[in-house]
């Protein structure tokens, strides 16, 4: 089970930080990231972190968010920076096992970012 936070209502040029944090057992070896989802759209990748500290990124938000994580919390946060009205969006939590397999979404949360 995943518990996400931090959405909201910002202008433009103002910042947010999402937080995940997995509850339960977690796989030694798994990924944590947020991923976005407007109307009518798919869901696409923000960013992710491996268990590693491995990071990913999507190019349009390069330079402006930043993914980490607290492995003895099992949580990871998106410190978004100079949100952009495109950035407007429900943000979902997601979790995966690479070795199991499994992978979990957490309910999202509203970023609306007003111009």
């Known amino acids: 089970q995943l518990q996400a936070s931090g959405g909201g209502l910002v202008q433009a040029g103002e910042s947010l930080r999402l937080s995940c944090a997995a509850v339960?057992?977690?796989?030694?070896?798994?990924?944590m990231g947020w991923y976005r989802q407007t109307p009518g759209n798919l869901r696409h990748l923000v960013a992710d972190?491996?268990?590693?500290?491995?990071?990913n990124y999507a190019d349009s938000v390069k330079g402006r968010v930043s993914i980490s994580r607290d492995n003895t919390k099992n949580t990871v946060y998106l410190e978004m920076n100079n949100l952009k009205p495109e950035d407007t969006a429900d943000y979902y939590c997601?979790?995966?096992?690479?070795?199991?397999?499994?992978?979990?979404w957490g309910k999202g949360t509203q970023v609306t970012v007003s111009s």
């Open positions: 997601r979790y995966t096992d690479v070795v199991g397999g499994k992978t979990v």
């Open positions: 339960g057992a977690v796989g030694s070896i798994n990924i």
């Open positions: 972190m491996n268990s590693r500290g491995v990071t």
